[in-house]
């Protein structure tokens, strides 16, 4: 997303040069969200030491707050860049992390609205950019943030403002970043489908007569294209493939959410996508995924992971409370109780307590063990009996 040495060069302007200020700013910002990234382990380890001796790192806060003082010095409107997309987008980003949803939300609007002022959403404009490094960065942003407005607009209810109408970047094989590329189309690959009349189905309380993202044919197929995406996650690093699979388990709980809304879902088995149970196999396999991969996976991709984890045990939540008893299994057997209890410690053990909406889920949980354990006590075969032996 950024060029390593555009950004070596506003480190050498920056103290004459508020927009290169801001975007660095913003930058070290995220960093510091998890500092732990920045580092190898023998690294850490002389760092904490030299913190020990008397330098303290500075917070998020400040970094935040430096990168706001710098619009100070310039008009956004008046200036705008790709940098100033860039640094608008990085703000979004600290705000999500930080649970304040309006700055978040006006900020990747920002950024969108300034992308579009420069009309990097119409591939006609690249081919008068004369740099290189503006046309490759520009166009890597514009897809980031389409799948940002996306991910976001289904999490928030929010409206879609961008459209793929751009070609997608363009993989070079001796660039450093060779390996990181696939991953990011398969990851765009995976919201493409998500149009804006989905979105606009999404969030609408009332059906649409006109809206075709309702049909059950057209729910339907799309849960088998999200079964059958990702055919080569194996091939990505192990961040990669976190995201990627949490993802796609999580936009099979976004339709099947819409499925639940318009009462499209019949039978109950857990293995069928139009099924009332299907939260089950999806919760099941995010399990999975966490168990496949290391716990620094999840931990890389921030608390964006961890929203989807929660959607998904809430699901499943959801479905235990209705107690249908069809979905109740053995004693013997991993049964959805299982899953879910498997699912709040992915949360807890992988994000910590911090998280708010942690005890939500772990609330949801409590209840519905409750529930499995009220129902697995037996009751007296007569009354009668109970009456005479006290």
């Known amino acids: 997303m950024l060029d390593q040495q555009r950004m070596e060069e506003c480190v050498r302007v920056y103290p004459r040069c508020p927009e290169s200020y801001g975007l660095l ?7 510091a969200l998890d500092p732990d990234i920045l580092s190898t382990p023998a690294d850490l380890s002389n760092l904490q030491q030299s913190s020990s001796a008397g330098i303290n790192l500075p917070p998020v806060d400040f970094f935040l707050s430096e990168a706001l003082r710098s619009r100070r010095y310039h008009n956004v409107a008046d200036t705008q860049s790709l940098a100033q997309v860039q640094t608008s987008f990085f703000l979004y980003c600290i705000y999500f992390c930080l649970n304040n949803d309006n700055a978040a939300w006006f900020y990747i609007r920002e950024a969108m609205t300034i992308l579009q002022t420069l009309r990097y959403h119409e591939e006609a404009t690249y ?31 929010r409206p879609l403002t961008l459209q793929p109408m751009l070609d ?9 970043d060779a390996k990181i590329l ?13 149009d804006t009349d989905f979105i606009a189905t999404w969030n609408s309380s009332t059906p649409s007569s006109t809206s075709k993202s309702a049909e059950p044919e057209q729910l339907a197929r799309l849960q088998n294209t999200l079964s059958n995406a990702l055919a080569n ?11 990627l699979l949490i993802t796609r388990e999580w936009l099979k709980v976004i339709v099947w959410k819409l499925c639940v809304s318009r009462t499209l879902l019949s039978g109950t088995d857990s293995e069928d996508s139009m099924s009332l149970s299907y939260p089950t196999t999806i919760a099941r396999d ?11 996976a999840f931990e890389a991709n921030g608390v964006g992971i961890l929203e989807k984890v929660f959607d998904v045990g809430c699901s499943l939540a959801d479905l235990l409370s209705l107690n249908p008893p069809t979905i109740i299994t053995s004693v013997m057997d991993v049964g959805p109780i299982d899953i879910l209890m498997e699912t709040v410690r992915i949360a807890g053990q992988k994000f910590g307590n911090g998280y708010k909406h942690l005890d939500i889920l772990v609330d949801k949980a409590n209840f519905c063990l409750l ?3 009220d129902r697995s006590l037996p009751l007296p075969a007569d009354t009668s009996l109970v009456e005479v032996v006290e």
């Open 25 to 31: 700013m913003s930058c070290c910002a995220n960093i």
């Open 127 to 157: 081919n008068e950019i004369p740099d290189a490094s503006t046309k490759k960065y520009a166009r890597r942003i514009f897809w980031v943030l389409f799948i940002t407005e996306r991910a976001y607009a289904m999490q928030r209810h």
């Open 168 to 176: 997608l970047p363009q993989i070079d094989p001796l660039s450093p």
């Open 182 to 194: 696939p991953g990011f189309l398969e990851l765009i690959s995976l919201f493409r489908p998500f």
């Open 233 to 243: 996650v194996s091939n990505f690093s192990p961040m990669q493939q976190a995201d």
């Open 286 to 296: 995010t399990v999975l995924v966490s168990r496949l991969l290391p716990t620094t």
């Open 371 to 373: 529930m499995n354990v």
